[in-house]
């Protein structure tokens, strides 16, 4: 069960007000009357699956029904940072084995967490919402 | 290898049951072998059993970097059926179902394949017409099927509530007889004993690491016991095919989510059949040790942690209280999370790729199980003639680029 931080109410709501939409950054082909079937359906299906890191696409759907995006660990589930649309992640899986190897792991902002991981940030998020 | 009968139990059991011969090898590996299979799942077991039975390739070797059946095979909900709506998907589900009508006896393993008949019901007008489609669709394929009434799947399961009070009021159902249920451990057994003792090498705790592709060409597979060397090479991973793909460079149109089921404590013999509804989305049956086992959806989001979130698992309880007023009060006894590719289509890849002699035969998504034996079968034969399977060959790979997808998601037994 997720405790998502929407970007816009600025507030941690539960998994179940959003919808998970897939991958984030994906760009339509700009000139799609010329672009081949291979072009067309690499953007229509092919898509990364890591086991790791993963920025997707989510909606506050029955909030704000915003869009936004969301930096997730595809194992742990830890979801590492939120931002808004037109935002490039600040964390990526390029960042983070870089800075694993200049320190101990080191991630997240905090202020967005599973329920069940450590409640330092549930304790950050009910600071943040008054 | 040592037959297992009715005779053979009463011999045993003068020596206490402790004599049973072990029901596979445990081999060091090779340097080369003529085929490797990577994942010792139902469907690669069952494909390294078919290479050697059907097509003579005995030098085999079935690569898992756990136990077998360990993964989806231990996990799903045990639903056998064919009653998918399209000639290409109805064709590879019906190849399977007759395979599983002889199963134990072919492997000398009793899967405990129970054809209880499986029934989809229906709550909405667009749903019966869905079904009706459906059941014409597979019957002019030669598969079972009959389209029932309220009154219908009433007589079969008293205990569900078809009253015109429901919430979601069941109209009907699409009924397949021949559908049903089987013993999900001992298939992966079954098979991982029939092929081994044709000489296949079952490879347990050993990890592939990376593909050894050289000019296009596969030459075998890098692994933590050392390299091992073929130019066959078969990936039968499930939910971890898209991380296994990208180590061969290849791109895959999957995404791996949770898919969460559960059983309930043990009652005394209420339900004989299997009820899915796509509509209420839950589906449950009875196992034969007296557990309700129940389906729920996948979890939206990307997932390779084998557990997924409580709404899911609150939603599917929902539909099936809606659907089993009298199941309110049994609990539940465990509840667990399988990982599954889904593909756009809802239809398996099973496909060769841009690497010569590297196959895949992935994105069976929610519904792979049913497929077990058809699916290595026609796998085998693929592996075997470097040349899909004409059963095999509508799912290939190309086929999100030409555009000749298979939709079956309105068969597929979870929405997704």
New interface residues.
């Given amino acids: 069960?997720?405790y998502i931080l929407c970007p816009y109410c600025g507030e941690h709501r539960e998994?179940?007000e959003f919808?998970?939409k897939?991958q984030a950054h994906i760009a339509r082909p700009a000139d799609p009357e010329n672009t081949s079937?291979?072009e067309?359906?690499?953007y229509?299906?092919?898509?990364d699956?890591?086991?790791g890191v993963?920025h997707?696409l989510w909606v506050h759907a029955v909030g704000c029904r915003k869009f936004f995006n969301i930096t997730?660990h595809?194992?742990?589930?830890e979801i590492l940072e939120v931002y808004k649309m037109g935002e490039q992640p600040s964390i990526t899986a390029e960042s983070l084995a870089s800075a694993e190897k200049s320190q101990g792991v080191q991630v997240g902002d905090g202020g967005q967490q599973t329920v069940g991981a450590s409640d330092s940030a549930a304790k950050d998020s009910r600071g943040t919402k008054v | 290898m040592q037959r297992y009968s009715g005779f053979g139990l009463v011999k045993h059991a003068l020596s206490h049951h402790e004599n049973w011969q072990r029901q596979w090898r445990n081999p060091t590996p090779k340097k080369e072998y003529d085929v490797i299979i990577v994942g010792g799942g139902g469907h690669g077991l069952a494909t390294a059993y078919y290479l050697a039975k059907e097509h003579g390739i005995t030098n085999v070797a079935v690569i898992e970097k756990g136990w077998l059946g360990g993964g989806n095979t231990a996990r799903n909900t045990t639903i056998v059926r064919s009653n998918y709506l399209w000639d290409e998907s109805a064709a590879l589900y019906e190849h399977a179902m007759k395979l599983w009508e002889g199963l134990s006896q072919d492997i000398n393993y009793n899967v405990m394949f129970s054809q209880r008949g499986v029934l989809n019901v229906g709550h909405t007008l667009q749903d019966m017409r869905d079904i009706q489609r459906r059941v014409n669709a597979n019957r002019l394929n030669g598969i079972d099927g009959e389209v029932l009434d309220a009154k219908g799947v009433q007589d079969l399961v008293p205990i569900m509530d078809c009253s015109k009070n429901a919430r979601y009021p069941v109209m009907g159902a699409s009924w397949q007889p021949r559908a049903g249920v089987a013993r999900h451990d001992a298939v992966a057994w079954g098979y991982a004993r029939a092929a081994d003792a044709l000489g296949v090498d079952l490879l347990q705790n050993t990890e592939v690491t990376g593909f050894k592709i050289r000019d296009g060409q596969i030459h075998g597979v890098h692994t933590n016991r050392g390299d091992i060397g073929s130019k066959t090479v078969g990936c039968v991973t499930a939910g971890n095919s898209g991380v296994m793909a990208k180590m061969a460079g290849i791109k895959m149109p999957l995404e791996s989510h949770p898919l969460q089921a559960l059983v309930s404590e043990p009652i005394k013999p209420i339900l004989d059949t299997v009820v899915m509804s796509n509509h209420v989305h839950g589906y449950i049956s009875q196992s034969d040790k007296g557990d309700l086992v129940i389906g729920a959806g996948i979890d939206g989001y990307n997932g390779y942690g084998q557990r997924g979130s409580y709404p899911t698992v609150e939603h599917t309880l929902q539909a099936i209280v809606e659907m089993f007023p009298i199941f309110s009060r049994v609990r539940m006894n465990r509840q667990w999370g399988g990982i599954v590719d889904t593909c756009p289509d809802a239809c398996p890849i099973i496909s060769k790729t841009k690497v010569k002699g590297l196959y895949f035969n992935c994105g069976w998504g929610t519904g792979g199980f049913k497929a077990t034996p058809g699916s290595g079968n026609v796998f085998a034969a693929s592996l075997a003639k470097g040349e899909m399977h004409p059963i095999a060959a509508p799912f290939s790979i190309d086929r999100f680029n030409t555009g000749a997808l298979i939709d079956e998601h309105g068969a597929a037994g979870v929405a997704h």
């Fill in positions: 069960m997720f998994e179940e919808h998970p897939g079937d291979d067309w359906g690499d229509l299906f092919f898509r699956n890591p086991r993963h997707e997730r595809t194992v742990s589930y």
